[in-house]
């Protein structure tokens, strides 16, 4: 039961990235997942939460620009990143939460588990 993600890479200030997360050994949509960075010397926090429900959460840094979504039917994850800034410069990983009603929308990382190697995003002028 893995994730991986893919589709980091550098961009100019105000440009877009889709990072992807695809899932093996488990069906994806059963669980709330979501999308962490962590920068160097920094804590890991959370982007955005998408639980069983499809319903989502947004950490306020990014309200606005990133959107979190997935295709069940790939057993994908993926973050849609806009208008993106020299802070969004991060390690993005995603994790997995709780199955079901347990899931929820919390955006504190210690609920999540089963991380991915994560994909590097580098935004420069």
């Not at 955005?48 to 606005?64: C, E, L, P, Q, R």
């Not at 390690?91 to 609920?111: E, F, H």
Request: proline share 2%.
């Amino acid at each position: 039961q893995v994730q991986r993600e893919s589709g980091g890479g550098s961009v100019q200030i105000g440009g877009s990235l889709r990072v992807t997360c695809t899932a093996s050994g488990y069906t994806l949509r059963d669980y709330s997942m979501g999308w962490f960075r962590q920068a160097p010397g920094k804590e890991r926090e959370a982007v955005a939460i998408m639980d069983s429900d499809g319903d989502t959460n947004y950490a306020d840094f990014v309200k606005g620009r990133f959107t979190i979504s997935r295709d069940n039917a790939l057993n994908t994850l993926y973050l849609q990143m806009n208008d993106l800034k020299p802070e969004d410069t991060a390690m993005y990983y995603c994790g997995r939460g709780g199955y079901l009603s347990n899931g929820g929308l919390r955006m504190d990382p210690k609920g999540y588990h089963h991380w991915g190697q994560g994909t590097q995003v580098t935004v420069s002028s």
